[in-house]
């Protein structure tokens, strides 16, 4: 089953403690994204990643920063986590054409994170 | 100013009550539009892509359509199953062709 994977679903932390959210993804796409999604404002870009190596912010960068090793793998890393960054987070990820990356993005199941 | 403006923020229909929602959109080139649903907790589920004016998908009670500065999501005959929230995002013609910018959504409740 095409699937994209993200852990863990919910996440307590404290201030300034470093923490990661893994995501997986079984489809062989080249692009995956982090987005959050905020009350009143929407999914909003973190960072992408065009294919192994190549990563670049999005629209909400600070704060975040994003690995790309493999091809399945995209984690989310927060190095100090601070109480605005409480959120709901989701990986995407995507094939791409001719003409780039389409916009028929398969997403997770979410990351509730909740930063004390 | 958002690119992207969906409404109603909230639409409560009895189930039967067809209706339509709006995706109005501000962008130079546009590459694609994308309506997704999204129920509570979960990641948004792609519904449709749609590239150029006068262009019309259709899956079961659901057709979308589109005009040089608007999408509309109709819901023809909604049944209690249908109730999520509807998500429009566009794609931009641009060098990298990838960024998505979302709508805020609208919340759809489908009532028996």
């Known amino acids: 089953e095409a699937q994209v994977t993200q852990n863990p679903r919910y996440l307590i932390t404290v201030t300034g403690k470093k923490l990661t959210v893994t995501c997986s993804q079984n489809m062989n796409h080249e692009y995956m994204s982090w987005y959050r999604q905020d009350p009143g404002l929407g999914l909003r870009q973190i960072y992408y990643s065009m294919n192994v190596e190549a990563t670049d912010k999005g629209d909400v960068p600070e704060g975040y920063k994003v690995s790309r090793k493999e091809k399945r793998n995209f984690p989310l890393i927060l190095e100090s986590p601070s109480p605005n960054q409480t959120s709901l987070y989701f990986c995407?990820?995507?094939?791409?054409?001719?003409?780039?990356?389409?916009?028929?993005?398969?997403f997770g199941e979410g990351s509730r994170l909740t930063v004390l | 100013e958002d690119q992207v403006t969906q409404s109603p923020e909230a639409l409560r229909l009895q189930e039967g009550e067809s209706s339509s929602l709006n995706c109005s959109y501000t962008?130079?080139?546009?590459?694609?539009l994308f309506w997704y649903r999204q129920d509570p907790g979960k990641g948004p589920e792609f519904l449709f892509t749609l590239y150029s004016a006068g262009e019309e998908k259709e899956k079961e009670r659901l057709k979308a359509t589109l005009t040089k500065k608007e999408s509309f999501l109709h819901i023809t005959a909604p049944k209690p199953e249908d109730s999520a929230t509807y998500l429009c995002a566009v794609q931009e013609v641009s060098d990298s062709g990838y960024a998505l910018n979302f709508g805020k959504g609208t919340s759809l409740l489908v009532t028996p």
């Open positions: 962008v130079s080139g546009l590459r694609g």
């Open positions: 995407a990820s995507s094939s791409t054409g001719l003409l780039g990356v389409t916009g028929e993005l398969f």
